[in-house]
T-cell receptor
Framework: DAGVTQSPTHLIKTRGQHVTLRCSPI?????VSWYQQVLGQGPQFIFQ???????GRGNFPDRFSARQFPNYSSELNVNALLLGDSALYLC??????????FGPGTRLTVL | AQRVTQPEKLLSVFKGAPVELKCNYS??????LFWYVQYSRQRLQLLLR??SRESIKGFTADLNKGETSFHLKKPFAQEEDSAMYYC??????????????FGQGTTLQVKP
């Protein structure tokens, strides 16, 4: 198992555009969480999905949305991008109880 | 409000010296506390969690509810311990670890 995978690795967008980030969890993991990590800070919780249902949402605007598919993979969507959305976006998967396993992240740059 | 504070951005020690990475938290219930580590060019990974009471790579951390602290300690630092360390808490109570609140992180630099 390759662990949690995320795509793309890097991407560059301009203000106002929208972006879709993808995450494939470890086989057997039904919970996927998304985090935003701005340079110099710790990861900040955005969403958790479990069994395709949103289980929690952090303090992020409605421009941020996510979903989980029947195969437990997940997408994070961000609309109307702002310069401040530039960050590393991390995905983590877990059994609901237990260790979270993180992916390598997607580096988003908004110009 | 739930919060995790790591007061030091950088901690620099010599090889063989003791290490203590500080973590304080704010949470009104019974949180579950974690330490995550990120080595250079690697992904974030769990180092230890307070409920398991394990010692991983020589590191230990004790939850002090009175002082709301969860400091990470190692008696003798090794060069391979150089990394970014994050303290995190989960306040879900039901064992759901999918919502973690992270501190800002401390870079540990172990000099030869």
């Amino acid at each position: 198992d390759a662990g949690v995978t995320q795509s793309p690795t890097h991407l560059i967008k301009t203000r106002g555009q929208h972006v879709t980030l993808r995450c494939s969890p470890i086989s057997g993991h039904k919970s996927v969480s998304w985090y935003q990590q701005v340079l110099g800070q710790g990861p900040q919780f955005i969403f958790q999905y479990y069994e395709k249902e949103e289980r929690g949402r952090g303090n992020f605007p409605d421009r941020f949305s996510a979903r989980q598919f029947p195969n437990y993979s997940s997408e994070l969507n961000v609309n109307a991008l702002l310069l401040g959305d530039s960050a590393l976006y991390l995905c983590a998967s877990s059994l609901v109880v237990g260790e979270q396993f993180f992916g390598p992240g997607t580096r988003l740059t908004v110009l | 409000a739930q919060r995790v504070t790591q007061p030091e951005k950088l901690l620099s020690v010599f090889k063989g010296a003791p290490v203590e990475l500080k973590c304080n938290y704010s949470y009104s219930g019974s949180p579950e506390l974690f330490w995550y580590v990120q080595y250079s060019r690697q992904r974030l990974q769990l180092l230890l969690r307070h409920i398991s009471r394990e010692s991983i790579k020589g590191f230990t951390a004790d939850l002090n509810k009175g002082e709301t602290s969860f400091h990470l300690k190692k008696p003798f630092a090794q060069e391979e311990d150089s990394a970014m360390y994050y303290c995190a808490l989960s306040g879900e109570g039901s064992g759901n670890t999918g919502k973690l609140i992270f501190g800002q992180g401390t870079t540990l630099q172990v000099k030869p």
